[in-house]
């Protein structure tokens, strides 16, 4: 079954500073990877997401992420924070093209809390 | 967001009752999705669709039911609410199954 890991629960940045979070996912095949963000009381707002050439994958807000098959990782980074990028940020996987199908949705890991510091 | 609807947004209901949230989307997308968001759990798919009176499990369906009539609708229930309920619920919508999803506002549940 597949499965994504976010090992930070909680970050704290300082305003200006650069970001990394970390996704460490689990599938059978390449799948379809994401970035959500989910400002409190909100919805879940799309960042990006990674289907197939490129690794690198530049989203909006700033933010990128880069796919690496070897380590089975898609870490999103952003080069200088500001004060409006608190927010709980989410990683998923859903079935890739060559999953053989399956329209089971989207998988997520459990988010990392980002914390701005002035 | 745009295209999707859930309502209510809010409600309280009481352990035991029976509770229908509804998912609406304009989009005329094929895959529908319920899922439940919780403190350190991110978000559970509950049950999802995949066309009309098409439906299958998720991830933790276990108190909950499902059915879509039609493209636009997709219900979920819970039979006979417990505590454990209580959560924000989200609905998405795909157009292919694999490649996108967009999603609702969500429900804030609280069972009480």
């Known amino acids: 079954a597949q499965s994504v890991t976010q090992p930070d629960i909680h970050i704290t940045v300082s305003e200006g500073a650069s970001l990394e979070l970390r996704c460490n996912y689990s599938y059978g095949a390449t799948p379809y990877l994401f970035w959500y963000v989910q400002s409190p009381g909100q919805g879940l707002q799309l960042l990006l997401k990674?289907?197939?050439?490129?690794?690198l994958v530049q989203g909006i807000k700033g933010f990128e992420a880069e796919f690496k098959r070897s380590q089975s990782s898609f870490n999103l980074r952003k080069p200088s924070v500001h004060w409006s990028d608190a927010a709980e940020y989410f990683c998923a996987v859903g079935p890739g093209l060559n999953s053989g199908g399956g329209a089971d949705g989207l998988t997520f890991g459990k988010g990392t809390h980002l914390i701005i510091q002035p | 967001d745009a295209g999707i609807t859930q309502s209510p947004r809010h409600k309280v209901t009481e352990t035991g009752t029976p509770v229908t949230l509804r998912c609406h989307q304009t989009?005329?997308?094929?895959?529908m999705y319920w899922y439940r968001q919780d403190p350190g759990h991110g978000l559970r798919l509950i049950h999802y669709s995949y066309g009309v009176k098409d439906t299958d499990k998720g991830e933790v369906s276990d108190g909950y039911s499902v059915s879509r009539s039609k493209t636009e609708d997709f219900l979920l229930t819970l039979e006979s609410a417990t505590s454990s309920q209580t959560s924000v619920y989200f609905c998405a919508i795909s157009k292919t199954g694999g490649g996108g999803y967009t999603f609702g506002s969500g429900t804030r549940l609280t069972v009480v």
């Open positions: 990674y289907f197939s050439g490129d690794t």
């Open positions: 989009e005329n997308h094929r895959y």
